[in-house]
């Protein structure tokens, strides 16, 4: 079946600095992806939509500027924390369709996700 | 807007019994899905069951099934004879509109089978 990696699964960083994530489609081409955000015992929320060779979407109330998308392939699609700090401590889940955005519903992956704390 | 709702944080259940996990929702969409997921404490999203508004029949995949009532705007899971590896976070979720694919997610029930 279709499979979405993650890297790093785990990432401790410093305040200020900023951690880059990755989300991958192994097997199929994915024009979007989409990424979410769980805090500690919550649910997970959409944090923005990403768009392969085009700006991603955000939701209202998320920052542009600190939560960076960049979808660079149709594999590919990074998620930049830019100076972190201890509440941006959360993990971070990406999905992607794997038939574009017209394909059966139930036919979403998603990452096994990455556990990002911020000291 | 759509809305989830999930309104039991916890659920125990005995090993090979069944349980029920539920969920309401509420939208102004004449054609919608319903989603459940399973969360294991390894955090992965683990997809379950599919019910479309239009389908005529309850869905059911192996041991989950969903009851769905669309007059009450409930798409309940059953969890028929519980295993103890049933035990994670459970995430009724539907999409959020502009897309099938972008979901908007309940609080989660948390579920515990009990040997």
């Known amino acids: 079946g279709a499979v979405v990696s993650q890297h790093p699964s785990r990432v401790i960083c410093k305040s200020g600095t900023s951690v880059k994530i990755e989300c991958r489609s192994l097997d199929f081409q994915a024009t979007t992806m989409f990424w979410y955000r769980q805090f500690p015992k919550q649910s997970l929320m959409l944090m923005a939509t990403?768009?392969?060779?085009?700006?991603?979407?955000?939701e209202q109330g998320v920052e542009k500027d600190k939560f960076l998308i960049n979808h660079a392939s149709l594999t590919l699609s990074t998620l930049t924390v830019t100076s972190a700090h201890p509440e941006d401590s959360s993990f971070y889940i990406c999905?992607?369709?794997?038939?574009?955005?017209?394909?059966?519903?139930?036919?979403?992956?998603f990452g096994p996700g990455t556990r990002l704390l911020v000291l | 807007a759509q809305k989830i709702t999930q309104t039991q944080p916890g659920m125990f259940v005995q090993e090979k019994e069944a349980v029920t996990l539920d969920c309401t929702y509420d939208t102004s969409d004449q054609s919608y899905g319903l989603f459940w997921y399973k969360q294991p404490s390894s955090g992965e999203m683990i997809f379950l069951i599919y019910?479309?508004?239009?389908?005529?029949q309850n869905a059911t995949e192996g041991r989950y099934s969903l009851n769905f009532q669309k007059a009450r705007k409930s798409a309940n899971l059953v969890i028929s004879a519980s295993q103890l590896g049933d035990s994670a976070m459970y995430f009724c979720?539907?999409?959020?509109?502009?897309?099938?694919?972008?979901?908007?997610f309940g609080k989660g029930t948390l579920l515990t089978v009990n040997p």
């Open positions: 990403s768009n392969e060779g085009s700006k991603a979407t955000y």
């Open positions: 999905s992607a369709p794997s038939t574009g955005t017209s394909g059966p519903i139930e036919d979403q992956y």
């Open positions: 979720a539907m999409p959020l509109g502009g897309s099938n694919y972008k979901l908007t």
């Open positions: 019910q479309g508004s239009y389908d005529e």
